[in-house]
């Protein structure tokens, strides 16, 4: 199956060459494909915090690459280059408060900066660290899409119908997806009869960027109003809710875009499987339960506004852009580590302990 979902990777959202971070702008999808070049900590930074790059996996990839920017410019200006590097390293961490992928990423390219800061030659090495974030970040998509392929196998009868929230492709990671990249190998596998899309309001991740990568792919995709969900569980033989995640928490709690918990309460009345696919970089061990996650809250504006044009009454306005689904509500958490069923405190620590399959 590897080799089938590898030849089926088209999209990629970030691309880092000639010393130069350049990102697909996402805001433009998917009527434009233009790109934003990144030359600096500070242009990434802001690439990230205005949702040029987005989804948990592609954000620490692309904090990866501008913290490698911003030590070549430490570096090159002389000096105490270390402790001008702090500034960069807070300055990409404070982009987006929710994901766990990005402070992950970051504590990996300190971890290597340590060990390699009194070199003459430092710079090599972080670049490497950041390509290896990227391509382990490929890898663990193809694991999870065959894990999580295994078990929807193991659970219904072919071909099935499959429901889906934001966008967990290859534009929110750094190659096939996660939940999407199961949704598409489950695909490939000729599992899938349908696969419904939220359209994932107030930003659209769903009817802009995981529609347009189901349809490029010629996968059967039906748009819908988030608030169709529970009546198309109801109605259209759904037999999995499957989405990404941007946090976990030891107890198996997730974070991940708004809308996500009323989807698995509402999997939970109408007897549907409710699965998370996310790489053990989004576990954070330190949080003891979703409590502790931090809720981003984005401008009003994303919600009184579509495309630029107004579309609310002038009042008080609560865009929280995440949510968190309690553990008991998932039936599985599928990881490139493998897979957590009934997820609990005491099966994440064991997870954790766990090498990677592949
Ligand atoms: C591969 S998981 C991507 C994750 O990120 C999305 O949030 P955003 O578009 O705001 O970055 C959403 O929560 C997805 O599940």
């Known amino acids: 199956m590897r080799d089938r979902l590898l030849a089926a990777e088209k999209v ?18 998917p009527f434009e494909e233009t790109w934003v070049a990144c030359d600096s900590a500070a242009r990434v930074a802001e690439a990230i915090r205005s949702m040029v790059v987005r989804g948990a996996p592609a954000i620490g990839i692309s904090a990866a690459y501008g913290l490698v920017l911003a030590a070549r410019a430490r570096f090159a200006a002389g000096g105490d280059w270390l402790a001008a590097l702090e500034a960069d390293f807070a300055l990409l961490a404070e982009s987006r408060p929710t994901g766990g992928n990005l402070f992950w990423a970051l504590n990996r390219m300190r971890e290597r900066l340590d060990r390699v800061k009194d070199l003459a030659e430092p710079l090599t090495a972080l670049e490497a660290e950041a390509m290896s974030i990227h391509e382990s970040d490929r890898e663990a998509n193809l694991t999870m899409a065959q894990l999580g392929v295994d078990l929807i196998r193991r659970h219904q009868g072919n071909p099935q119908a499959l429901l889906t929230h934001c966008n967990t492709g290859a534009l929110a990671t750094g190659g096939f997806g996660t939940a999407l990249g199961v949704i598409r190998a489950a695909w490939l596998e000729g599992m899938v009869e349908r696969v419904h899309v939220d359209e994932t309001r107030p930003w659209l991740q769903g009817s802009r960027l995981t529609a347009w990568e189901l349809a490029s792919d010629g996968i059967p995709v039906t748009l819908n109003a988030d608030a169709a969900a529970a009546h198309i569980m109801k109605t259209k033989g759904v037999t999995w809710v499957v989405v990404g995640a941007d946090r976990i928490a030891a107890n198996g709690d997730v974070a991940n875009k708004i809308g996500t918990y009323q989807l698995a309460v509402n999997a939970m009345h109408h007897g549907v499987r409710f699965m998370v696919v996310a790489s053990s970089s989004t576990i954070d061990m330190n949080l003891a339960s979703g409590d502790d996650i931090p809720i981003e809250e984005r401008d009003a504006a994303e ?13 008080e306005v609560f865009n929280p852009v995440f949510d968190v689904t309690p553990a008991d509500l998932i039936d599985a958490i599928v990881t490139e580590k493998g897979v957590v069923e009934r997820p609990d405190a005491a099966k994440m620590a064991q997870l954790m302990c766990r090498k990677r399959l592949h």
């Open 303 to 315: 919600l009184l506004e579509l495309a630029g044009k107004r579309v609310g009454a002038d009042v």
């Open 12 to 29: 990629k959202a970030i691309d880092w060459r000639d010393n130069t971070l350049y990102l697909l702008d996402q805001r433009n999808l």
